[in-house]
């Protein structure tokens, strides 16, 4: 009843289903929840888009000493990306030094600074109301204690380097995390 191409295409879907399933599983649970683009309607879901993948998350605030950054954390998400490299940022105003609005944040992000890696929409990254994806981190480093704390995760998602604001994402200690977790991949 099946010819040899319906055969082969039901082969293909079951490699291409098994495929998804396996990178579904490896993906740790934290990462695994839908998240809200800053100043946009559009969710991303972390499992989704780097499951397998390195990352390098960042809290974010746009009235911070070290909102420049933006340019060095872009440089780094231009530099590795086609290297695997997934690099989010998460705006947050634990530190009261966020935007008031969030078009505002997004103005500050996407028009002063260019940045064109995905930004999530402000929320906590500190404490018992921290969003699962810092629970996640805090629980296997520290939390941040300032805006632009770096963490460097390794492809099947644990964290492999800590960076504290004033490490700037062009340093040496940060790259040389960076180029390890690509490399690794």
Not at 14 to 38: F, G, I
Not at 84 to 94: E, I, P, Q, R, T
């Amino acid at each position: 009843p099946y010819g040899e191409a319906d055969m082969r295409a039901l082969i293909a879907l079951a490699l291409m289903l098994t495929s998804a399933s396996v990178l579904a599983a490896e993906c740790p649970a934290y990462l695994n929840h839908d998240l809200r683009k800053l100043h946009s309607s559009e969710s991303v879901n972390l499992c989704d888009m780097a499951a397998g993948r390195p990352m390098l998350v960042v809290n974010t605030a746009s009235r911070c000493g070290f909102t420049g950054q933006f340019d060095g954390l872009e440089q780094v998400h231009q530099e590795y990306r086609d290297q695997g490299l997934v690099v989010v940022g998460f705006a947050s105003n634990d530190f009261r030094q966020e935007a008031d609005s969030e078009a505002e944040a997004a103005s500050v992000c996407f028009k002063n600074y260019g940045v064109t890696f995905t930004m999530i929409a402000p929320t906590a990254v500190t404490g018992n109301a921290a969003n699962p994806v810092f629970q996640g981190i805090n629980s296997q480093s520290s939390q941040p204690r300032w805006n632009f704390h770096k963490y460097v995760l390794n492809s099947r998602g644990e964290v492999v380097g800590a960076f504290p604001s004033r490490v700037k994402p062009d340093s040496p200690e940060l790259r040389s995390v960076v180029e390890r977790v690509v490399a690794e991949r």
